[in-house]
């Protein structure tokens, strides 16, 4: 997400941090370079004009130039400037605090509309103990009903029984009243969508909202289709009066035109973003904390958060107490994989820590391959209990049965020995410093299982 603006904009401001003094020719000159950035991450052009007018005016001041640190200064302005491009706060769903509340979601076919519809319901389920009822109004599409109530049965919701023939309204009062009748604390309708904006689609979405009267209406909007996310977000705010927007596909989206335009284009808050495929993919929308990963100050708030949420916390104390003793086996290592890829994998992670945006970069250039986790843990399955405790068993005939086993080669084998035996090594060293809590890094700088601490 925002990988090209970030890019840009790192090497924009890298030569104005170079510099010990600013004139206002300096500053005008990495504004236009930001503009550029800004109009090439498919940023709407009225809102790059408004933004680079507002940052120059206040990068331009005396209290820039004659600052001690004037490309900090700088730094800082862009950094508010984007904040409030963006929302300035994020905006929480309402809560369902008079049950049952209703959750409307609109938007165009192919947007990712029912997979959001589960993983909101997930959301309310697992982290708001609520109970929700699922709802599919699309009639047209085939086996949409069916999908939605699929989807309720993986999140731990319920589906509202599907009738054969019966229409979008006919459903939604059937929904609420099955609401109010059996206690339900949230109903999620997922509308039908159209390939493109049409009178039919809007009459039919409009009849809807106004039989249930929803507290929520939510547009969910593909981010990587760029300005025709903003266009329809518009137009769907024209007719519906949206609460707010859940930007699909953040993850696929390198240059992040349409959240950066969204909120000026429209005046509603993004206030979900679905980041992947998972059911659990989906992510409150933070205008600050983007801000700081365009940047690339990295989002510590949002790692934290995902290590409560994803780490087992009496699996980590544990793990952390063996490497303290400089205790570590093939399985910690194991565990270590496995929460990065909990946490969403080593570009997941690397997007949230601070100032490693050229580490990222150096290694999309050097074609690191994530599937080298997903190779390392089935290497480590293919062995026995006792291989994965005492490495030194491993000779050429075993370790071309585990190559065998885990459908990888011996090379692969070799290469995940070197770097665990290199950890323990570092883990000895450690223990001998006395440097508690620290974890180690692979050689050739790739982003270790274990690059975080356990969460305490």
Avoid: C, W
Avoid at 134 to 144: E, G, K, Y
Avoid at 375 to 380: D, K, M, S
């Amino acid at each position: 997400m925002f990988d090209n603006l970030s890019n840009r904009l790192a090497d924009v401001f890298d030569r104005l941090k170079r510099r010990g003094a600013l004139a206002e020719a300096d500053v005008e000159a990495a504004m236009r370079d930001v503009r550029i950035a800004l109009l090439e991450a498919d940023v709407a052009l009225p809102v790059v004009k408004e933004f680079v007018a507002s940052v120059k005016e206040r990068a331009v001041g005396q209290e820039v130039i004659k600052s001690v640190t004037p490309g900090q200064m700088v730094v800082k302005i862009v950094h508010d400037g984007l904040v409030e491009l963006l929302g300035g706060e994020g905006v929480e769903l309402v809560k369902p605090t008079n049950p049952p509340l209703v959750v409307l979601l609109a938007g165009l076919q192919g947007s990712g509309k029912t997979t959001t519809a589960g993983k909101l319901a997930r959301r309310f389920v697992k982290q708001d103990r609520r109970r929700v009822l699922l709802t599919s109004l699309d009639t047209r599409r085939p086996a949409a009903q069916e999908q939605l109530a699929v989807l309720a049965g993986q999140v731990g919701a319920d589906g509202l029984p599907i009738v054969p023939g019966q229409a979008p309204l006919a459903i939604t009062e059937r929904a609420l009243q099955a609401a109010r009748n059996e206690g339900y604390d949230v109903v999620i309708l997922d509308t039908a969508g159209r390939v493109a904006i049409d009178e039919e689609l809007m009459a039919e979405v409009a009849a809807v909202k106004a039989a249930a009267a929803p507290q929520e209406t939510l547009l969910v909007a593909d981010a990587m289709t760029g300005q025709d996310a903003v266009k329809t977000a518009h137009a769907f705010d024209e007719r519906l009066d949206i609460t707010g927007i859940v930007l699909t596909r953040m993850d696929g989206d390198a240059r992040g035109g349409a959240a950066l335009s969204m909120r000026h284009v429209t005046g509603k808050p993004i206030k979900l973003v679905g980041q992947g495929e998972k059911l659990d993919a989906l992510e409150p929308f933070h205008p600050e904390r983007v801000a700081s990963r365009i940047l690339g100050m990295g989002d510590i708030v949002s790692l934290v958060e995902k290590a409560r949420e994803e780490v087992d916390e009496a699996e980590a104390e544990k793990l952390a107490r063996r490497m303290q003793k400089g205790v570590f086996t093939l399985d910690d290592y194991r565990k270590q994989i496995l929460q990065i890829k909990k946490m969403g994998g080593m570009g997941g992670l690397m997007g949230m820590l601070p100032g490693v945006g050229k580490v990222k970069k150096q290694l999309a250039e050097a074609n690191v391959d994530e599937r080298i986790l997903v190779r390392q843990t089935a290497i480590i399955d293919s062995m026995t209990p006792a291989e994965r405790r005492d490495t030194r068993l491993l000779g050429a005939s075993r370790k071309r049965r585990i190559a065998t086993g885990s459908g990888t080669s011996v090379q692969d084998v070799n290469r995940l020995l070197k770097q665990y035996q290199e950890m323990q090594t570092m883990m000895k060293r450690m223990k001998k410093m006395g440097r508690r809590g620290a974890m180690p890094a692979l050689p050739g700088g790739q982003l270790p299982p274990g690059l975080l601490p356990p969460h305490r």
